[in-house]
């Protein structure tokens, strides 16, 4: 019985050696070792254009769903668990954005995915997909941001007017994690990530599923990352960029935003009456532009 049961495992094993995705359950059950990490993916539809999208920080790849049905049919969409989140693998090491880069270049080259793709990213993942789109110019057909985070020496400090007042105490949001969880977490900053005045019931009900879901461990390792996009970067992105920026709640003036967009070869700014996860709060607003900008960079 033991001979027969390791024969078994050796025999799956090479099967999985011999293809890089398998279905193991979930939604799409589709999971792939790409840049030494285990990455949960799903890649549906069929078109001209490949549209890869990167969700924030806390999220998993169904903070896209409502979406998905206004991009389709017409497109190929793959979509992702970021290292450290959802069912992609979780981490104890602090990351940084290269190795997010590398993550996403190591996944397109397992999925033989090699026409130049769209990003589309929000948050962290906004400000992935611009870092991506500068060291991969070649891979790249079109960028958004959804307000992405960028890093610069002239951004106005945490807890300025229209920010996270939960962040002027200097509190160390890592060790909140670790020390209290995720429910600790949303009790100070829900209505600066998501305002009442968005929510409907069942919007906010899967928000807080994918958000109390996650490993707080792994979610505090990212945060003692170095992630977003430098604002020196920006000007190697050649790709069109749209920057798609919400102004409710936010630290970030207009001003900012139009100054990054101006540092783009080719960018530009839009402004929605919306919040910090606007794809997820509000895709009602955020997908006509979308839309439209992946309509116009076929």
Excluded: C
């Excluded at 700014?269 to 116009?296: C, D, G, M, R, W």
Aim: positive net charge; proline residues 7%.
């Amino acid at each position: 019985m033991r001979k027969s049961l390791g024969l078994m495992i050796a025999a799956l094993a090479l099967a999985g050696a011999a293809t890089p995705a398998f279905a193991a359950g979930g939604r799409d059950g589709k999971w792939v070792e790409a840049n030494g990490i285990m990455q949960r993916y799903e890649l549906t539809g069929t078109g001209n254009q490949t549209v890869v999208f990167l969700h924030d920080m806390g999220m998993n790849l169904e903070m896209w769903d409502e979406l998905m049905p206004q991009l389709q049919p017409g497109r190929q969409i793959l979509r992702y668990d970021l290292r450290g989140f959802g069912l992609s693998e979780k981490i104890r090491t602090p990351p940084t954005s290269a190795d997010y880069v590398a993550d996403l270049l190591a996944l397109l080259d397992k999925l033989n995915i090699k026409k130049p793709v769209v990003l589309v990213g929000e948050s962290i993942g906004g400000g992935l997909v611009l870092e991506f789109a500068a060291a991969h110019p070649d891979r790249v057909k079109a960028v958004v941001s959804i307000n992405g985070v960028i890093r610069s020496s002239t951004m106005p400090p945490p807890g300025g007017p229209g920010s996270n007042p939960a962040l002027k105490s200097g509190r160390d949001t890592p060790k909140l994690f670790e020390e209290q969880g995720v429910r600790a977490y949303l009790a100070s900053d829900a209505e600066y990530l998501y305002p009442a005045s968005l929510r409907t019931p069942e919007r906010w009900n899967r928000f807080l599923g994918i958000e109390i879901a996650q490993d707080p461990h792994s979610r505090a390792a990212v945060m003692r990352g170095s992630l977003g996009a430098r604002e020196e970067v920006l000007p190697n992105v050649k790709a069109p960029t749209l920057i798609v920026a919400g102004m409710i709640n936010q630290g970030m003036r207009e001003e900012m935003w139009t100054r990054f967009a101006s540092k783009l070869p080719n960018g530009k700014a839009i402004f929605l009456q919306t919040a910090h996860h606007a794809a997820y709060e509000s895709p009602e607003l955020v997908t006509p532009p979308l839309k439209a900008f992946l309509n116009a960079n076929r």
